[in-house]
């Protein structure tokens, strides 16, 4: 059973960074995707990072150059470092997971608002202006 557990959600002026951390417990395969997903009031879940067991990213448009996903694979660990937070960045997020296919990529799942197999329960993130 792989559960994932988030933290360091919190609320920050605009302009400020947050870090959330993610830990995952369990076995996920040898090959997985570690993603962060969002989810602002009456809109949907959207993907927002994800990273490879290999490190490779991909971010959504909204969030590159602000946003940076790593891991720290033997503490199975997955980060989300948030720099110039905006208003739009408020949301719950999400941390999940995913066993990875032999060649197959994991920026699809950013995509696919329910594709990943194992999620947290969310971290609230807050931005005022």
């Known amino acids: 059973q792989v559960q994932l557990v988030e933290s360091g959600g919190g609320s920050v002026q605009a302009g400020g960074s947050l870090r959330l951390s993610c830990v995952v417990y369990g076995y996920i395969s040898s090959a997985y995707c570690l993603a962060w997903f969002r989810q602002a009031p009456l809109k949907a879940r959207e993907g927002v990072a994800v990273?490879?067991?290999?490190?490779?990213?991909n971010y959504a448009d909204s969030v590159k150059g602000r946003f940076t996903i790593s891991q720290d694979s033997g503490k199975m660990t997955v980060y989300l470092q948030m720099n110039s937070l905006i208003p739009e960045d408020t949301a719950t997020y999400y941390c999940?997971?995913?066993?990875?296919?032999?060649?197959?990529?994991?920026?699809?799942?950013?995509?696919?608002?329910?594709?990943?197999?194992?999620w947290g329960k969310g971290t609230l993130v807050t931005i005022s202006s």
């Open positions: 999940a997971a995913a066993p990875r296919s032999f060649g197959g990529a994991c920026s699809p799942f950013l995509g696919l608002s329910n594709g990943m197999d194992y």
């Open positions: 990273i490879r067991e290999d490190g490779f990213t």
